[in-house]
């Protein structure tokens, strides 16, 4: 009898003290570049642009595999109509997933916004998509940074904050700057823009 009440008095310390668990992680911010090709200023319907974006898991001596919810949002707007409710361009055109996904969720802006999803490999996170222009106009595409992602079953422990920086050479700005003025400094590292005709 007292084997099995000093076993049930270990296994419950054991229990009671991973349950409330001190979080020793600290919190990360990693960085990474989306490029989107072939870089030109104007394309033509049926052309396909390609998104791209790789991000090490080994960043500043930090291994940050096994994330649960690393994604992000790709926010595709017509430059014409941007300053107006109208403005999403989610529908002019197709995608097709090569690693990784862009995919709608009805709850979340679907004309304006497309949730990305990574595909995890032993050493990076990857997105590679193609993006089809279907109809002619100008359009911005902004690649968000995405906060708060942790790792799988670490909700509130290690959590890191991945931030974007678009790194086409020419990310032709000026054709939203000509109609809705100056982008501001974040609106500049995540946006490109171009035409289709």
């Known amino acids: 009898m007292s084997r099995s009440f000093a076993a049930f008095c270990l296994a419950s310390v054991i229990i009671l003290s991973s349950c409330h668990k001190t979080c020793h992680e600290q919190n990360y911010i990693f960085t990474s570049n989306d490029v989107f090709y072939p870089e030109k200023d104007s394309i033509q319907v049926g052309d396909t642009l390609q998104l791209t974006c790789t991000i090490s898991?080994?960043?500043?001596?930090?291994?940050?595999?096994?994330?649960?919810?690393?994604?992000?949002?790709l926010v595709i707007s017509n430059i014409d109509s941007f300053?107006?409710?109208?403005?999403?361009?989610v529908e002019q055109f197709a995608y097709f997933n090569v690693l990784g996904s862009l995919y709608s969720n009805n709850n979340l802006l679907p004309n304006n916004?497309?949730?990305?999803?990574?595909?995890?490999?032993?050493?990076?996170?990857?997105?590679?998509v193609g993006i089809i222009a279907l109809k002619k106009g100008r359009y911005i595409f902004s690649f968000t940074d995405d906060p708060g992602v942790y790792r799988t079953g670490s909700a509130n422990c290690g959590v890191?904050?991945?931030?974007?920086?678009?790194?086409?050479k020419n990310k032709h700005l000026y054709l939203f700057e000509n109609v809705n003025g100056s982008l501001g400094p974040d609106d500049n590292l995540h946006s490109y823009c171009f035409k289709v005709y």
């Open 160 to 168: 890191a904050n991945f931030l974007f920086v678009n790194v086409n």
């Open 113 to 128: 916004i497309k949730l990305i999803t990574y595909k995890e490999s032993d050493s990076a996170y990857n997105l590679n």
């Open 83 to 89: 300053a107006t409710r109208a403005r999403g361009a």
């Open 57 to 73: 898991k080994s960043q500043r001596l930090v291994y940050f595999s096994g994330a649960e919810n690393l994604g992000g949002n």
